[in-house]
């Protein structure tokens, strides 16, 4: 992938986040979501686990709001 389309793909699932991170829910009630609360919401299970692990940022296997917003 050119780095042109690498930065536009990159620059898409920034908005895509920004607006999650609106409609950030854990179905445990905490402010954690798990993988598995992650993955249900994406529609790409390919790309998808790749982008937990990217926002994971202390590899806890949950992404905090905090987390999920700062990416
Ligand atoms: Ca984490």
New binding site residues.
Partial sequence: MGACAEARAWLQWQFVAMFCAAEFTSHAGDDKLSREEFLANQPDPNEAPKRFDAF?????G???RE?FISK
Wanted: aromatic share 12%.
């Fill in positions: 994971d940022a202390d590899n806890d949950f992404l905090s987390e």
